[in-house]
């Protein structure tokens, strides 16, 4: 019988060329940079999550001085509302406080009180009915009365206008 040559495994043989013998040793340099550049990423995306969880580097020890807002009540303003080809003269009461970011800008505002007063009746005698409907409409009045106080009393500027009474008769 014949017999069969015996044949080596892959594994066994050298490489015939000296072009694999360079390859390899840089396969695992790759492997370890893109490693280590995974660490320093995981690592800065750890850092940056305890920051933004432990309130970005700031002390809680010591919390925020909040300023008391100031509210200076106005005179009651009691308007006739503009007529539309309605017979029936139709009123408007309000009672109106500006809120203040703090006390030294109501004493720059006392003085030029009648000029805001003026802004308010000017501005109330030329509304609808109409004007006043629903919360949009108080909300649109709200912020006009705002504007026009901001104007007034110009640089200095009030926070908001709040209503503590609106009758319309």
Request: proline letters at 8%; a positive charge; hydrophobic letters at 40%.
């Amino acid at each position: 019988m014949a017999s069969k040559p015996k044949t080596a495994s892959p594994d066994a043989e050298e490489p015939a060329s000296g072009e694999e013998k360079k390859l390899k040793p840089g396969l695992p340099l790759k492997k370890i940079i893109f490693a280590a550049a995974g660490v320093v990423m995981l690592g800065g995306a750890g850092f940056g999550g305890y920051k933004f969880i432990s309130g970005k580097g700031e002390n809680h020890d010591t919390a925020p001085v909040v300023k008391p807002a100031v509210f200076v009540d106005l005179p009651e303003v009691l308007v006739n509302l503009s007529n539309t080809g309605n017979d029936r003269t139709q009123y408007l009461k309000v009672k109106v406080v500006l809120e203040l970011p703090d006390q030294l800008l109501m004493a720059q505002i006392q003085p030029v009180m009648p000029r805001v007063l003026d802004t308010f009746q000017t501005y109330l005698r030329e509304l609808r009915p109409s004007d006043l409907d629903g919360s949009s409409g108080l909300y649109r009045l709200k912020e006009e009365l705002t504007r026009r106080v901001n104007a007034a009393i110009a640089p200095n500027k009030v926070s908001a206008v709040l209503f503590k009474e609106i009758v319309v008769q």
